[in-house]
């Protein structure tokens, strides 16, 4: 399911795009913005995790570099079933996470600094579940699929913005019409993103992280630290791409008046009640994990 719902999500925006290249230069921009499209979803299919760790400026840790973040993941990947995913660290004072990559076979997960500096040892284990119950139900590649095509639409729309994107043109169909036309396109583009990034994922996540790690208080406290200093602490690599918003546990925006139109994240205190009334509801499946 998860496998068609990206191919429509890439369909949509690879039109978005080419209406793009349209209003700004008649049917040949369509036709090179079709051919970027085409360039651009090959790529974010194969390589959007690297681009978001990169944009990130994450780098790979291992059982000698970061001991206890390493073996807390392999424990829960153990715990899961899954396979061993990459470990990142992204040097950013907002505490937050994320995962990405095409599947689990060839995963990532991602905690700032600022995170493992704020959270004790259990709740980074329910914060690093929760990112690989993304992994494990394939929201990962969705996640950065998305990420990658709508920030390329919300840059073509800047460049409208800013530089006119050759309103005077002759090969404009629409002139001015056709620039004010790529404009919108970026809230469109986040539309998009909020209806491909359903805020149900990640209750979901929450609920089958709790499972993974077996307390569903751990991430519960986790959240509750989470939104409090991401509200007062910048992520500017995220404020400057705010179509990777929907990839973090918490909502890495507030500074910029645009970032309610990538608000994918349902509200934190709901997810704390609803992993408060998970856990008071008795042993869960899998069986407690201790760090």
Same mark, same amino acid.
């Given at each position: 399911?998860?496998?068609?719902?990206?191919?429509?999500?890439?369909? /949509?925006? =690879?039109?978005?795009?080419? #209406?793009?290249? +349209?209003?700004?230069?008649?049917?040949?921009?369509?036709? @090179?913005?079709?051919?970027? &499209?085409?360039?651009?979803?090959l790529? #974010?299919?194969?390589?959007?995790?690297?681009s978001?760790?990169?944009?990130?400026?994450?780098?790979?840790?291992? #059982?000698?570099?970061? !001991?206890?973040?390493?073996?807390?993941?392999?424990?829960?990947?153990?715990?899961?079933?899954?396979?061993?995913?990459?470990?990142?660290?992204?040097?950013?004072?907002?505490?937050?996470?994320?995962?990405?990559?095409?599947?689990?076979?060839?995963? &990532?997960?991602?905690?700032?600094?600022?995170?493992?500096?704020?959270?004790?040892?259990?709740?980074?284990?329910?914060?690093?579940?929760?990112?690989?119950?993304?992994?494990?139900?394939?929201?990962?590649?969705?996640?950065?699929?998305t990420? $990658?095509? #709508?920030?390329? @639409?919300?840059?073509?729309?800047? +460049?409208?913005? +800013?530089?006119?994107?050759?309103?005077?043109?002759?090969d404009?169909p629409?002139g001015?019409?056709?620039?004010?036309?790529?404009?919108?396109?970026?809230?469109?583009?986040?539309?998009?993103?909020?209806?491909? @990034?359903?805020?149900?994922?990640?209750?979901?996540?929450?609920?089958?992280?709790?499972?993974?790690?077996?307390? !569903?208080?751990w991430?519960?406290?986790?959240?509750?630290?989470?939104?409090?200093?991401?509200?007062? @602490?910048?992520?500017?690599?995220?404020?400057?791409? !705010?179509?990777?918003?929907?990839?973090?546990?918490?909502? !890495?925006?507030?500074?910029?008046? =645009?970032?309610?139109?990538?608000? $994918?994240?349902?509200?934190?205190?709901?997810?704390?009640?609803?992993l408060? &009334?998970? /856990?008071?509801?008795?042993?869960?499946?899998?069986?407690?994990?201790?760090?």
């Amino acid at each position: 399911m998860n496998y068609v719902r990206t191919a429509v999500l890439i369909a /949509a925006l =690879t039109a978005l795009f080419m #209406a793009a290249g +349209f209003f700004l230069a008649g049917q040949a921009g369509m036709l @090179i913005a079709f051919a970027v &499209a085409a360039a651009m979803n090959l790529y #974010a299919w194969w390589n959007s995790g690297e681009s978001v760790l990169r944009h990130f400026k994450a780098h790979e840790v291992d #059982a000698r570099s970061a !001991p206890g973040l390493y073996s807390t993941v392999r424990q829960l990947a153990d715990n899961a079933g899954l396979p061993m995913p990459r470990v990142y660290i992204a040097e950013n004072d907002q505490p937050n996470a994320f995962a990405t990559g095409r599947g689990p076979k060839n995963a &990532a997960v991602c905690a700032t600094s600022g995170l493992l500096r704020l959270l004790d040892e259990r709740e980074v284990a329910g914060v690093m579940a929760h990112e690989l119950a993304h992994v494990q139900h394939r929201d990962t590649l969705v996640m950065t699929v998305t990420a $990658t095509l #709508a920030g390329a @639409i919300s840059m073509l729309a800047n +460049f409208a913005m +800013f530089f006119g994107g050759g309103s005077g043109r002759r090969d404009n169909p629409l002139g001015i019409v056709g620039v004010l036309a790529v404009m919108i396109l970026s809230p469109l583009a986040a539309m998009l993103v909020q209806m491909a @990034i359903s805020r149900g994922r990640e209750y979901e996540a929450d609920r089958a992280g709790a499972e993974i790690c077996g307390h !569903p208080l751990w991430l519960a406290s986790a959240l509750g630290k989470l939104h409090r200093a991401s509200q007062r @602490i910048d992520n500017l690599a995220a404020e400057n791409n !705010p179509a990777t918003a929907h990839m973090f546990i918490v909502n !890495p925006l507030h500074t910029r008046a =645009t970032d309610s139109l990538f608000s $994918t994240h349902p509200a934190v205190e709901n997810r704390i009640a609803r992993l408060q &009334a998970l /856990a008071a509801a008795g042993p869960l499946r899998r069986g407690p994990w201790e760090g």
